[in-house]
């Protein structure tokens, strides 16, 4: 039987591990709030760029802007977007997996970190880092999200990369995120299923839907106008395309970081509960034995003495 | 006589869903003018500079002032996809005001740095919302 001071001791420990959780669990639910809020906000400025503007790429077949250009082979660059700070479950880890999947499968990797996290995982492996970012505003802001668009597109018309992708964190809801990966340059045409979705989604929205049918064949190849012209349209609208993703995926991001906080403290807290009545049960044992013991030994030595 | 056609128009920002309603017509800013757009236009692709978006919905006028984005305009739907973007009720007059003046002081002083470009973008946006919520002083040839 341990020690009754020893089993004191670890209760006294734990209790105070499981304020500091508990605290946490409340910064990082009091925090998700708002980032929740802004994420959800955020979703059908996300949604509608990527739907006009790769319904546009898919349905034209004006592609000659250098932003489209798909060259072959060459350097991919992945943005991973990670937390600064752990003891929020898988949450950093579920990124950094995917991260080294395509660090295995491709040859010319460069990354973009975003999070302390996942810089000093990949500084410590002494993997290609273009550029880094760490201590990110808990709320992102847009013009952030601008820099890293003008940084890559920089890289990409200097052809020092010829694809990027973007690996970050859906928010689904405090308990469920998603990782997902995202190629943003060149940037992706629609593929049939995609296509057909939003087709179906139109159709829903149009009232006579007999018609709608053939409306959405018909959309397939749309011949655009272009105002003031193809180039000068491409050259607005491809920045701002990058931006507009960019700005939505931090911002799922951060809700996602802090809704596998608010779950993980939240375990953690529970746990602590659980052995605290473990510990507690043991020290009572603990000192019923030590009673028992005394009695014995005051009974045994009246007995010695008659 | 059937009634006018109507197409339907939608502003989205970062923040929320602004404007969704089936309207007249428009006139918009686009990078290189103003541009009006009718039901029935033919689909078209433009990016949007600051400046406001001028809605008529049954006869009514109604202004929005936004700032940069882009508009992708089918036959029966416009879709307007914007950084900011607030209906008149919704701008700060004396915030604009301000936000005016430093724009106005900054573009004084830095005549060939790169704040130049920034001080002018949040002087066209000041002027933006100050036009939208249909003030009068607000020198507003340069939008």
């Given at each position: 039987?341990q020690n ?5 001791r670890?209760?006294g420990?734990v ?6 959780t508990?605290a946490m ?9 708002n ?13 509608k ?15 000659s802007?250098?932003l ?9 660059l ?6 600064d ?7 950093n880890?579920?990124?950094i997996?995917?991260a080294?999947?395509?660090l295995e499968?491709?040859e010319e990797v ?9 810089r000093?995982?990949?500084r ?8 880094e970012?760490i201590q990110l505003?808990?709320?992102?802001g847009?013009?952030?999200a601008?820099n890293l668009?003008d940084?890559?597109?920089h890289?990409f018309?200097?052809?020092d ?8 964190t859906?928010f ?5 995120q998603t990782?997902k990966?995202?190629?943003l340059l060149p940037v992706?045409k629609?593929?049939k299923?995609e ?6 989604e139109?159709?829903?929205e149009?009232?006579d839907?007999?018609?709608?049918g ?5 959309k397939?190849y749309v011949?655009?106008i272009?105002e ?6 491409f050259?607005n ?8 993703v960019i700005y ?7 809700a996602s970081?802090?809704?596998a906080?608010?779950?993980a403290m939240d ?10 009545d473990k ?5 009572n044992?603990?000192?019923?034995a ?5 009695i014995?030994?005051?009974v045994?030595?009246?007995?010695a003495?008659? | 006589?059937?009634a006018?056609?109507?197409i ?5 920002t970062?923040q929320?869903?602004v ?8 006139e ?5 003018g103003?541009i009006?757009?009718?039901?029935k236009?033919?689909p078209?692709v433009t990016a949007m ?7 008529v919905?049954d006869?009514e ?14 036959p029966?739907k416009i879709n ?6 607030e209906?008149p ?5 004396d915030?604009a ?7 106005e ?6 005549r060939?740095?790169?704040?130049f ?5 949040s ?6 919302r ?14």
């Amino acid at each position: 039987m341990q020690n009754m001071r020893d089993i004191q001791r670890r209760i006294g420990s734990v209790k105070n591990t499981q304020k500091i959780t508990r605290a946490m669990k409340m910064v990082a639910a009091a925090k998700l709030k708002n980032a929740q809020d802004r994420a959800e906000d955020a979703r059908p400025f996300f949604n509608k760029t990527v739907e006009v503007l790769r319904g546009v790429f898919t349905r034209t077949r004006e592609t000659s802007h250098p932003l489209l250009a798909e060259r072959e082979g060459g350097r991919h660059l992945v943005i991973v977007i990670t937390g600064d700070r752990g003891l929020c479950g898988a949450y950093n880890h579920k990124v950094i997996d995917i991260a080294e999947e395509i660090l295995e499968e491709e040859e010319e990797v460069s990354l973009m970190v975003l999070g302390r996290k996942a810089r000093d995982y990949f500084r410590r492996r002494e993997t290609d880092i273009m550029a880094e970012y760490i201590q990110l505003d808990d709320y992102p802001g847009y013009g952030f999200a601008n820099n890293l668009a003008d940084e890559i597109i920089h890289h990409f018309r200097a052809e020092d990369v010829n694809k990027v992708s973007m690996i970050y964190t859906h928010f689904n809801s405090a308990i469920s995120q998603t990782v997902k990966t995202m190629q943003l340059l060149p940037v992706e045409k629609f593929n049939k299923a995609e296509e057909d979705s939003i087709a179906v989604e139109e159709q829903a929205e149009q009232m006579d839907a007999e018609t709608a049918g053939e409306e959405a064949k018909s959309k397939k190849y749309v011949d655009y106008i272009f105002e003031p012209s193809p180039a000068e349209v491409f050259d607005n609208i491809l920045p701002q395309y990058l931006i507009n993703v960019i700005y939505s995926a931090l911002l799922e991001s951060k809700a996602s970081e802090f809704g596998a906080r608010m779950t993980a403290m939240d375990s953690a807290t529970d746990n602590a509960n659980e052995m605290i009545d473990k510990l507690t049960l043991k020290y009572n044992r603990a000192r019923q034995a030590e009673i028992t013991k005394e009695i014995t030994e005051i009974v045994g030595g009246a007995e010695a003495l008659k | 006589m059937a009634a006018a056609p109507k197409i339907q128009f939608e502003v989205v920002t970062p923040q929320k869903l602004v404007y969704s309603e089936k309207i007249d017509k428009l006139e918009a800013p686009a990078i290189d003018g103003l541009i009006g757009i009718w039901p029935k236009h033919a689909p078209l692709v433009t990016a949007m500079k600051i400046g406001v978006v001028r809605v008529v919905k049954d006869g009514e006028e109604s202004q929005i002032a936004i700032s940069e984005g882009f508009m992708e305009v089918q036959p029966d739907k416009i879709n307007l996809v914007v950084r900011t973007a607030e209906l008149p009720d919704q701008i700060d007059i004396d915030r604009a005001k301000s936000a005016k003046e430093r724009a106005e002081e900054r573009l004084e002083k830095e005549r060939d740095n790169i704040d130049f470009a920034r001080a002018e973008a949040s002087y066209d946006r000041a002027l933006a919302r100050l036009k939208a919520a249909g003030h009068q002083d607000h020198g507003y040839d340069r939008l």
